[in-house]
């Protein structure tokens, strides 16, 4: 019986380095070809930045995050350079701003402005849509060329 059990337990142990490398080596492989894919950008591209995703000073890496399909979003100092990225690029004709409201603090939007407004003076064009435009979103959004707003959508300004 004593010789069944040892034989039993390094089977069972066994097998489970065994899934266990098997484990690493898919997610290994599979990370990599997730790692090499770049975003493949139109002839008529246009820039889409959703003013509701905070962009934070540093963004906090989650390994799982290719696992589940969801995108990061870039934190606030990349966002600044592919704003000035798109205006270098002869294939981005303009950004498009969705301006339901406005996660970032107004340091970072006044920032976020004027690079909005170095983009704007290349003479690409800007555009915003709201359903609900706060006054915190619209003073970011002003720099656009035409702001849209829902025809039973709300501007909220205060004071």
Known sequence: MKNFFKSFFASLLALIVFFGLIFVIFFG??????????????????LVIDLMQELREQVAEDPFQALTGEQQNPDFHTALKLIEHAAEDTSIKGIYLV??????????SDELRNALVKFKNTGKFIHAYGDYITQKAYGLVSVADKIYCHPKGMFEWQG
Do not use: F, M
Not at 29 to 42: C, F, N, S
Not at 99 to 108: D, F
């Open 29 to 46: 492989i599979a990370g990599a070809l997730i790692a090499t894919d770049k975003p493949e950008v139109g002839s008529n591209a246009v």
């Open 99 to 108: 301006a339901k409201g406005n996660a970032n603090g107004y340091g970072n």
